[in-house]
């Protein structure tokens, strides 16, 4: 005869080649739920105490002995198709039950989490870089846990609260969004693809300044070139910003590189945002080269790079050019030319 397997992740779905089978004698494996069996409308099924060939098998249950029995027997097994990202909903459920029951899962927080999301993705990043398909999994799935503990901790939020499949659906509709030419088929063209995604990307976003969204905890060097090509696809002038900017010197002892790049970048931003706060007031949001330089240097005068140190004052107060003496030589004697 027939085993009809459900789907544990689905036990209202029945595959359509069972339906026939629905209508004759029929038993039931104690995993299906009475309620599953009640919107089916099954009130003639019967539990199935012993092996009858004679009867269809309705069972969630691979296991089952009875299921295991008919199988090797080499009854028909009718089951439902998988669906990629059927193993997702089953990482769902156990991270649901271990935010629920367990007691280290169920007191941490999104702060508490911080560092092992950090390290989950520069692991993830060895594991590209050796090239390593194995441990790329393993990574790849450590990180999924991040997303899935995050999202389930989201859940419990008194006062907000979102889960999984709004996370999801944050996805999904972000992406469809951005990418409308891809998925109906009207292009295929890369460079097309990217503009698309931009200009939909900033018309969601209506950001007032060129640098929000980016993350200034971001590792120094990732968070300069990012700041950079912000700037650049903006249409800043870019000969405006201190070459310094670019460039990293290690020392021995002293202040910490990484936070001394950091700092000169967050500078560097604190001035675009105060050059935009001056074009806004004067009606102007830069979105090209000329609207940034309109604010910069509205007279023509040229300005010193975004980023760089002014003089120190007083370091060029010599109104006539005239040489002067290095500090501390000495003056000539009194009447030494006439000796």
Excluded at 49 to 70: F, I, M, V
Excluded at 146 to 167: M, S
């Amino acid at each position: 005869m027939t085993v009809i397997l459900l789907d544990p992740l689905r036990p209202d779905t029945i595959p359509a080649r069972a339906l026939p089978l629905l209508n004759g004698p029929l038993v039931v494996t104690e995993d299906v739920h009475p309620s599953t069996l009640w919107d089916l409308g099954l009130t003639g099924a019967t539990w199935a105490e012993r092996d009858d060939p004679d009867t269809t098998l309705l069972t969630g249950d691979r296991q089952h002995p009875l299921t295991r029995a008919r199988i090797e027997r080499g009854d028909d097994v009718i089951a439902a198709r998988p669906v990629p990202g059927d193993a997702l909903l089953e990482a769902v459920a156990l991270m649901d039950t271990l935010r629920r029951r367990g007691p280290w899962e169920s007191t941490q927080t999104h702060p508490s989490l911080r560092r092992y999301l950090l390290e989950e993705c520069y692991e993830l990043l060895d594991a590209i870089d050796d090239d390593d398909r194995d441990l790329l999994r393993e990574e790849l799935g450590d990180l999924l846990l991040q997303v899935l503990f995050h999202a389930r901790i989201a859940a419990d939020d008194p006062d907000h609260p979102f889960d999984i499949d709004d996370v999801a659906r944050s996805f999904t509709a972000k992406v469809r969004g951005r990418t409308p030419g891809i998925l109906s088929g009207a292009h295929a063209d890369l460079e097309t693809q990217i503009s698309e995604w931009e200009e939909r990307k900033a018309a969601e976003k209506e950001r007032g300044s060129v640098l929000d969204g980016v993350a200034t905890t971001a590792p120094a060097l990732a968070l300069t070139q990012k700041v950079m090509e912000r700037l650049e696809s903006a249409g800043y002038p870019m000969e405006r910003i201190d070459p310094a900017i670019t460039r990293v010197t290690i020392g021995i002892g002293g202040d910490s590189v990484e936070e001394v790049a950091r700092q000169r970048v967050r500078d560097m931003m604190a001035q675009v945002h105060d050059t935009e706060m001056r074009g806004r007031e004067q009606g102007i949001t830069p979105r090209n080269r000329a609207d940034w330089l309109a604010i910069l240097d509205p007279v023509g005068d040229e300005l010193d790079p975004v980023g760089e140190n002014l003089d120190p004052v007083g370091e060029n107060l010599d109104p006539i050019d005239e040489d002067l003496d290095p500090i501390g030589a000495k003056q000539d004697p009194v009447g030494d030319e006439d000796q």
